[in-house]
C-alpha cells in the first residue's frame, strides 16, 4: 500500500524559513516525477514545485527564488525548503505523485 507521509510544517514569522519532508513507503521511488502542492483555506489546491526522476525542477512563479524542492531516492524523501516566507504563503503543503497523496502538514506564517 502506497503511503505518502508529510512532516515538518509549523508556524513561522514573515521572512522566516521551513523545510516540509514527505517520506513514501509502499513504493519505487526513484522512478516517480514527485510533487508539492498546496491549499489555502478557501482557495484551490495549486502546484507548487516539481522534481522530475533526474533531479530537474519546475516551481510556480510566485515561489520562484524562494522554495527548493529536492529528493533524496535512498530515503524515499522529498524535501521543500521554503525561504523568505509570505502570510500568504499559509497553507497545507501535500506531496503527490501520479494519483497519490499524503494528508498534508499545516504552514503558517504570520508574526
Known amino acids: 500500500q502506497v503511503q505518502l507521509v508529510e512532516s515538518g510544517g509549523g508556524l513561522v514569522q514573515p521572512g522566516g524559513s521551513l523545510r516540509v519532508s514527505c517520506a513514501a513507503s509502499?513504493?519505487?521511488?526513484?522512478?516517480?516525477?514527485m510533487n508539492w502542492y498546496r491549499q489555502a483555506p478557501g482557495k484551490q489546491r495549486e502546484l507548487v514545485a516539481t522534481?522530475?526522476?533526474?533531479?530537474?525542477?519546475n516551481y510556480a512563479d510566485f515561489v520562484k527564488g524562494r522554495f527548493t524542492i529536492s529528493r533524496d531516492n535512498a530515503k524515499k524523501t522529498v524535501y521543500l525548503q521554503m525561504n523568505s516566507l509570505k502570510p500568504e504563503d499559509t497553507a497545507v503543503y501535500y506531496c503527490?505523485?501520479?494519483?497519490?497523496w499524503g494528508k498534508g502538514t499545516l504552514v503558517t506564517v504570520s508574526s
Open positions: 522534481i522530475f526522476p533526474n533531479g530537474n525542477t
Open positions: 509502499g513504493t519505487i521511488f526513484n522512478i516517480y516525477i
Open positions: 503527490n505523485f501520479i494519483r497519490n
